[in-house]
C-alpha cells in the first residue's frame, strides 16, 4: 500500500505530477498549459520539464512536451521482468482470434489493474483499454478475478485504500455485496463484468495461478449482447479455462527448469 505522505520527496512528486499532466492534457502541452494545469509557476514548471527531458522522459516537439519514448523502454521492463507477459501472450492472441473479441492480460500492482496486453479480434469492440492504463480493481472483472485470488484481509486494505467508487450505475460499491461476488467467483473460477466499468461493455475472467510471480488475470471483453446467451457464455468459458491452463502449465514448467 501507499507509504505514508511524510516519506514522499516532494519535487520529485512535483516531477511525476508534471508527467501526469502531459498525459491528461493530450500529445502536445505547452509549459504554460502545464503550470495553469498544476497551479505552478511557469519558472517551477520549466525546471521540472528540462529536468525530465535530460533523462528522455519527455521530450519537447514544435508544439510542446510529448511523453519521451524512454517511458516505453521502461514500461517494457515493467511488461516482461518475470517472464508471465511472454508466456500469456500467444494465449491471449489465440482467445482474441477464436472468439473474434478482444482478450486482455491483467496484473494487479499497488491496489488497482493494469492492462499488460490487449488483442484484438476481427469484431472486437472499439474501448481503450491501452498498455499500462490503471483501472480500480472492483470495476472490472479481470480486477474482481484477481481480488478473488486474494485474502478477505488484504481484500479490505484494497477497499479501506482506495473505497468503491462508481463507475456506472452497475458498479459494486457495498463491500458486503463485493465480498459476496467474490465469493462466487472463487466457487465458480469465473468473474463477470455487465456494465460496470462501461455501459453495455460485459466481459468474462479468470485468474491465473501464477506461483511467486505477479497476480495475473486473464479476459475477453464483448458487448453485454454478445454475453448473455448461455451457449456463447459456455464458450468463452471454455476458452478462458483452455487458456489459463496452458499460461499455468508453462509457468510451472519454467519454474522447475
Do not use: W
Not at 514522499?8 to 512528486?13: D, G, I, N, S
Not at 497551479?39 to 525546471?47: G, N
Not at 461476488?181 to 461493455?201: H, P
Request: charge should be negative.
Amino acid at each position: 500500500m501507499n507509504k505514508p505522505k511524510t516519506t514522499l520527496v516532494k519535487a520529485t512528486q512535483t516531477s511525476l505530477q508534471v508527467v501526469s499532466a502531459i498525459e491528461e492534457l493530450g500529445e502536445e502541452a505547452t509549459i504554460t498549459e502545464i503550470a495553469n494545469h498544476l497551479q505552478l509557476a511557469k519558472s517551477t514548471a520549466y525546471k521540472h520539464l528540462v529536468t525530465l527531458e535530460e533523462y528522455g522522459i519527455v521530450v519537447e516537439h514544435t508544439n510542446g512536451y510529448r511523453i519521451g519514448s524512454r517511458c516505453l523502454e521502461l514500461g517494457g521492463i515493467a511488461q516482461r521482468y518475470d517472464s508471465i507477459y511472454e508466456i500469456a501472450k500467444p494465449e491471449v492472441q489465440k482467445m482474441s482470434e477464436a472468439t473474434g473479441e478482444l482478450a486482455n492480460l491483467m496484473f494487479e500492482e499497488q491496489g488497482y489493474g493494469v492492462y499488460t496486453y490487449t488483442a484484438r479480434g476481427d469484431q472486437a469492440v472499439n474501448i481503450e483499454n491501452r498498455l499500462g492504463k490503471r483501472v480500480p480493481l472492483h470495476t472490472t472483472a479481470l480486477g474482481k478475478a484477481l481480488l478473488s485470488s486474494y485474502s478477505d484481509e488484504r481484500i479490505v486494505e484494497v477497499v479501506n485504500e482506495y473505497g468503491l467508487p462508481a463507475e456506472t450505475e452497475e458498479t459494486i460499491t457495498d463491500q458486503t455485496a463485493l465480498f459476496d461476488e467474490l465469493s462466487r467467483i472463487r466457487e465458480e473460477g469465473f468473474a463477470y463484468n455487465r456494465g460496470e466499468r462501461v455501459d453495455g461493455l460485459g466481459c468474462i475472467a479468470t485468474p491465473i495461478e501464477t506461483g511467486n510471480r505477479r497476480n495475473a488475470a486473464i479476459s475477453i471483453t464483448m458487448p453485454i449482447s454478445r454475453l448473455d446467451p448461455d451457449q456463447m457464455e459456455h464458450e468463452f468459458r471454455e476458452i478462458l479455462n483452455q487458456a489459463a491452463n496452458v499460461i499455468e502449465l508453462n509457468l510451472a514448467h519454467e519454474n522447475q527448469q
